[in-house]
Every structure is written in structure tokens, then in C-alpha cells.
């Protein structure tokens, strides 16, 4: 099989590296790629984006199936490109059409999908520059704290969460009349609060059945004990000790089946992973968000420990045979722990160049923002590696990662050393 994934993250350099060792794969592509993945297969430099050169890549390298990391690439609905083209429609795509990737791209679209299937989520209402005032007024009816969420894609980073009535006014302002997150944030979701400790849940489905994956829970803020702004992610850990037997069947029967159920009776077929961002509230799940694609970092705890063949998985959902499929998790706890540039999320350098990768032997390196020149790894963004490891239990793996992230050097950068401090 001959096999092109899309993206240059972490998530994708995970996916490489699982991809890469699977008995089917003749040849995997990656698009664009970073100084990671190319130890995994070829690195193509093309803009995703630009779907015809995308198109020009598959006949060219003949490729069998497509794998698409990033949630942009869905949300502009590559998948209905491909089936929209008499060369490529018979080439399957792993990841939804434009319409499922809505439960993604849309606040306000997964909101009602999830009070359409009676899928437990908080309370809510949308709002436009049009209906500032009666945003205001639905303030004024709730506690604080209050979540203002952007309805589209911006980045992980368009979910606000305020203490006072006047900052939550001025931030809906901001984001309506202002527009903070662009065009992002031209429909803003005002959400009740909900107390509890966050985790996320992944599975794959083909639009009938699905599998279901190992959970993991991810540390969104840059500083130590969750403080500071929000990231891409800091870190991850899975499995998640407090998501028990008892707890993951309530989210199997609440939300996943109703989900899955839920897209079909719509009509959305949908051929790729859902990623379940969730709160566990005194024992029962609440769905926070939907993603359409696998998260990051938790793809890079959660596909280590996936021991099945992934293309086997992936052409169990491209065929429609998923349920006669086999999957297998390895039982050790996994962590890993992202190395950010200096300055990160705000404003950071790139070109640094990165040493000491060749010393790691107790983790595996994902690289989330390289580049290389030459023989030379530097940074290129502003999440920069993430270093995965195993052990018995978390506390071990934990402690190798810390080991290796030692052993790794370019200037200014900066890891929390806390990771999995809320759950050990």
C-alpha cells in the first residue's frame, strides 16, 4: 500500500512512525513533513492547501489511500475534493467529509447536533455582532465563571474563560464586534461552566461501527499547576487513572454510539477519527468539544500504545470493515512532554538549532516544529518536540521523559516539569 499523510505536527510524526511499521505499507509520502517524519518516509514540500497540487502528488506517486492529520484540511473539505474528482474518488480518505468536520469547524453546529441526539453537554447559546445585546442579557442569567467559545477553527486558542460579568461583556464584544479570532469568531458560543477534570476520548470509525482507543488527558497551559495562556498542548498522559471501567461505559453508551448513530441518521458519512474532548463531573461525562481529527499531543501517547497494524485500521474504515478488525493496546501507562520555544504562545524565534537528539535511548522523539538543514534538526515553530515514553506506571514514565527532555538542548527552551501532577 502506498500511503500519503498530510501535515507536519506532532500528531503526524506519530502517525509516520506507526504507519511506517505496519507489514502493508510499500510506501508512505508525508506532505509536507517535518525533520522527524522523514525518517519514516519521504518528506513532500507542497501547500496542503492547494488541493490540485495534492491531487498531482497522488497520481504521480500512485498512492493507495490518504491520511489527513490536521482538522483544516477536512474543515475545507478535502475529503469531498477527492470524491468530487473522476481520478481520485476511488481513493480513500481517512478523516470526514466538509460536513462532518462541521462537528469541528462549528461550535454552534456541534452544540445542536449533540441536543439534536441528546448527548450530555453543558447548556448554551450562540451568538452574533447582530445579537450583542442579547448576548449580554444571557450573561447577565448565568454564574461565573463564563466560557466564551470562538464557532470556528482558531487554533486551540479561541476558548475564553472568564471570572467577572465585565470581562466575560468585554471579551464578547471583543470577539463579536472586534473581531479577536477573525472571521473565527463571528458566531461565539456562550457556554454554562462545568467543574471537573478534563480528558480526552478517540475513536475511529467507518460510519457504521467504530473502535474504540486509549484515552488520554492533555495540559493546555504554559505555565506549572495550569496556569498562564492557553497552548496547542503542553503534554499528555494515557491511560487516564480516573477513567475507570464504569466511567468509560458511560461514555461508550452517552456519547460515542449516539455520535456515531447520530452522523448516520444525517446522512454524514463519516470515514475517519472522532476525538471526544471531555469532563468528567462527579462521576458522569459531558461532551466539551468534538474534533474531527486526532488531538495533539495526546496522538502522541495514545498511537504508541496502539499495538494493531494502523493500515489495517485504516482500510477496515475504507472499506466499510471496520467492526471485523482487531485492536490491541499495550497496558503501560505513556506520557509525553512537549519542548516549546522561548516565549511561546506569544511571540518566539525559530531557526535554533537542536542538540543532543541522537543521545535519547529510553523515549521516542516526535518532532512538532523542525525543520533541518543539512544534517542540522532547528526549530521551526513554537511547539518543538515532544518526547513520548513508556514505564509500569506514570510516575516512570514520566521520570524517563524528564531524563531525555535533559539530555535535549537549543536555546531558550522551555518544558513544564509538571505533567500528570493532578492525577498521580
Avoid at 489511500?65 to 470524491?83: M, N, Q, R, S
Avoid at 495540559?219 to 468509560?248: C, H
Amino acid at each position: 500500500m502506498r500511503v500519503l499523510l498530510l501535515g507536519s505536527g506532532g500528531r503526524e510524526h506519530a502517525l509516520a512512525w506507526k504507519i511506517a511499521q505496519s507489514s502493508m505499507l510499500d510506501e508512505l509520502f508525508i506532505a509536507p513533513g517535518n525533520a522527524g517524519t522523514r525518517a519514516h518516509g519521504t518528506n513532500v514540500d507542497i501547500d496542503t492547501k492547494d488541493f490540485q497540487a495534492v491531487k498531482a502528488l497522488v497520481l504521480d506517486k500512485n498512492i493507495g489511500i490518504v491520511v489527513v492529520g490536521p482538522e483544516d484540511l477536512l474543515v475545507l473539505g478535502i475529503h469531498d475534493f477527492f470524491l468530487a474528482d473522476e481520478q481520485l474518488k476511488n481513493i480513500p480518505v481517512i478523516g470526514p467529509d466538509k460536513v462532518g468536520a462541521q462537528l469541528e469547524g462549528s461550535k454552534d453546529f456541534a452544540k445542536q447536533f449533540m441536543m439534536r441526539h441528546n448527548i450530555p453537554t453543558a447548556k448554551y447559546a450562540t451568538f452574533t455582532k447582530d445579537t450583542l445585546n442579547e448576548g449580554y442579557e444571557f450573561l447577565e442569567s448565568m454564574k461565573p465563571p463564563y466560557v466564551l467559545k470562538a464557532d470556528g477553527l482558531a487554533a486551540g486558542k479561541g476558548v475564553l474563560i472568564l471570572n467577572t460579568l465585565k470581562e466575560a461583556k468585554a471579551e464578547l464584544k471583543n470577539m463579536l464586534a472586534d473581531a479577536k479570532f477573525g472571521e473565527a469568531s463571528s458566531r461565539v458560543v456562550i457556554e454554562q461552566f462545568l467543574k471537573g477534570i478534563e480528558l480526552s476520548v478517540f475513536a475511529i470509525t467507518d460510519g457504521d461501527s467504530f473502535k474504540i482507543l486509549p484515552e488520554a488527558k492533555d495540559y493546555k497551559r504554559i505555565g506549572e499547576g495550569d496556569t498562564g495562556l492557553n497552548t496547542g498542548g503542553m503534554g499528555a498522559i494515557s491511560p487516564v487513572p480516573f477513567a475507570d471501567d464504569t466511567f468509560k461505559e458511560k461514555i461508550k453508551n452517552q456519547i460515542i454510539i449516539p455520535t456515531v448513530k447520530g452522523l448516520k441518521a444525517e446522512g454524514i458519512v463519516y470515514k475517519g477519527f472522532i476525538f471526544f474532548g471531555l469532563i468528567n463531573v462527579k462521576g458522569e461525562p459531558y461532551v466539551i468539544e468534538y474534533n474531527c481529527r486526532m488531538g495533539d499531543p495526546e496522538t502522541e501517547v495514545v498511537i504508541p500504545r496502539l499495538k494493531s497494524d494502523i493500515l489495517d485500521l485504516f482500510e477496515g474504515v475504507a472499506s466499510g470493515t471496520l467492526s471485523e478488525r482487531d485492536i490491541l493496546f499495550d497496558d503501560r501507562s505513556a506520557c509525553t512532554v512537549m519542548m516549546v520555544s522561548g516565549g511561546y504562545p506569544e511571540e518566539f524565534q525559530k531557526g535554533k538549532q537542536i542538540y543532543g537528539l541522537n543521545a535519547v535511548t529510553d523515549s521516542i522523539v516526535f518532532h512538532a516544529g523542525t525543520t533541518s538543514d543539512g544534517p542540522a534538526v532547528m526549530s521551526a515553530g513554537g511547539r518543538v518536540l515532544t518526547i513520548t515514553s513508556f514505564g509500569k506506571d506514570l510516575s516512570v514514565a514520566l521520570r524517563r521523559s524528564y531524563e531525555t527532555a535533559e539530555k535535549i538542548e537549543f536555546e531558550d527552551a522551555y518544558y513544564r516539569k509538571d505533567i500528570g501532577f493532578d492525577v498521580l
